[in-house]
Nanobody, 119 residues
Framework: QVQPAESGGGLVQAGGSLRLSCAAS????????VGWFRQAPGKEREFVAH????????YVADSVRGRFTISRDNAKNTVYLQMNNLRPEDAAVYYC????????????WGRGTQVAVSA
């Protein structure tokens, strides 16, 4: 089972950008869909984006479309979440998770990386 690990969080001013990384350990992301989720204090976890590793098909949630982009680097076995024009409401812990292509559930989760956005 692949284990994802996030990095790249931090504090940024509103309107700024951050790029989060999700690296795989244990095996490659081949055969998996890699997703990004976020959870703000007092709120439910929210889907942000996912990418099907084989083929690179992506989907981005309406709430962040046009500002966030998900991509992958095959050589580095890493998935990225590029976040532009950040808003205070984007502040959350961002999690990377994986599921097999045939599974409906994300079964392996990273520990999360904190994103803070100052107004």
């Amino acid at each position: 089972q692949v284990q994802p690990a996030e990095s790249g969080g931090g504090l940024v001013q509103a309107g700024g950008s951050l790029r989060l990384s999700c690296a795989a350990s244990g095996r490659t992301f081949s055969g998996y869909t890699v997703g990004w989720f976020r959870q703000a204090p007092g709120k439910e976890r929210e889907f942000v984006a996912h990418i099907v590793w084989s083929g690179g098909i992506t989907y981005v949630a309406d709430s962040v479309r046009g500002r966030f982009t998900i991509s992958r680097d095959n050589a580095k076995n890493t998935v990225y979440l590029q976040m532009n024009n950040l808003r205070p409401e984007d502040a959350a812990v961002y999690y990377c998770a994986v599921r097999t292509i045939t599974s409906g559930q994300f079964t392996s989760w990273g520990r999360g990386t904190q994103v803070a956005v100052s107004a």
